[in-house]
């Protein structure tokens, strides 16, 4: 096994049995132990213990000090504070060890464990619309989505991803009619193009169909009947619609590798794969009585969901013509991911003005007993992308923001940036850091908040070299990797009989709390934890680079020791930052 245990997770250990041998009642009990600035950890969990053993919180405090073994191996110092509280300092042995067993797992993990007993997650993210461009509102669900996969199966999740695009439904028989009635508005113009250009033709047949749908009733009702053909399979009008999604999933491949995300095909399945399902759906809920039939349409009503008028809003599962809409999607995607996938958790990264639609269909599977306390679901909801003036971005002309433009002027504007500080870097090297800090600025500026929050997009700041941004995270990397290079045939080496100064200290047991870190933010979907440690990491380094000297470090072993601190960060830096989707280029 290459699993590390963590310095806290020891400490913890040993807290825990002095705290039992000492109050056998308290035998499990958590001592909270917590990073601290007056020494390395404190645990503060004494004082609720001793309250409930009705003793003394300072004089418990006092006997588990005198069980906690110390020295050399692990814990250096350890005393009683205020009214109860333990104060712990670690070996710097026990630091430098550490961190050696992690720089030695081969297995290139730093020594993170995986779960033991892993469950199925399926987690729907990254779900663009066909025939319609992609905007910014897209770029979370991809961005925050794609870093939460790879959290969890860095944990060892078993991860089904499902991309729910949205390829079925009304507007799709508005959009094969318009193009039947008007059948020159793409074919000419698509016949030499592809990827995103095809894509904004796409997008204005959109518009155009759209606003004839709109003023034109019996375009409407031509429509309408096409949906119904579409539904029913049709072969004429199936393939009319295979070509949009064909020619949209082009386009969606090319966004998506811009933004160096992998998607794939088999984990493409958009609301038209649950076709089959829906009729089944809606008998299944009718039957049980968990809907019902409401002025023709077959409804899901909630005590606690009410519309402005006071009257209750219902969950419309199929409407009141027989066509069925997004939750009748939504749930047969419940039953196949359930039933067919096996999951244990399904996770929905969609924007928050989603939540009641979620809230309702989670609602209706439990009552339908699709969901129960085994197997739970879970909106990862996201707020708006802002500009910076705080109102919805917005392009000057008040409309949406294209990403694909997005993205190419982050890249433009890292290009910029890198060209600056480039020392010897050739014109293709700066075009290839360009797109890696400039893709890395976005998803950074995304992840680094927590992810319901709106937040501003503001390129300035996103690819600025100071502050919490990915390039400040890149440099600090390629900082690392120059150092290391210039060491030459002096190679890092962990010397744990060195005493540590205070900035080696910080810094490595910074680095030993990756593994919990990591955990956490698995556990809590929530990757702007790692984001804040991975800042965190970087400035610990910083400190420690200007505090100490590494290539000309006292002794030989000292220089060794600093380089291995230097290298192991730099491991640490490369795996988040892998874990948020993000380069760390060697050179920059
Ligand atoms: N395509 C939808 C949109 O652009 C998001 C789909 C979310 N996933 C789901 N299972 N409903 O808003």
Redesign the pocket.
Known sequence: MASVTSLSDSVQQHLASALSATLPEAAGADPLLRRSDRADFQANGILALAKKAKANPRELATQVVSRVETGDELIKDVEVSGPGFLNITIADRAITANLAARYADDTGRLGVPTAAQPGTTVI?YA???VAKEMHV??LR?AVIGDSVVQLLEFTGENVVRRH???DWGTQFGMLIQYLDEHPHELDHKEAQVTGEEAMSNLDRLYKAARKLFDSDEEFKTRARRRVVDLQAGDAHTLAMWQKFVDESKIYFFSVFEKLDMEIRDADIVGESGYNDMLAETCRLLEESGVAVRSEGALCVFFDDIKGPDGNPVPLIVQKSDGGYG?AAT?LS?IRDRVFNLKANTLL?V??AR?ALHFKMVFETARRAGWLNEDVTAFQLAFGTVLGKDGKPFKTREGETVRLVDLLDEAIDRASAVVREKAQDLSEEEIAERGAQVGIGAVKYADLSTSANRDYKFDLDQMVSLNGDTSVYLQYAYARIQSILRKAGETRPAAHPELALAAAERALGLHVDAFAETVAEAAAEYAPHKLAAYLYQLASLYTSFYDKCPVLKAETPQQVENRLFLCDITARTLHQGMALLGIRTPEKL
Do not use: L, R, T
């Open positions: 729907d779900q663009p619309n509102g897209h669900s729910h695009i949205g997004y939504d995607a929905y969609v924007d989603q």
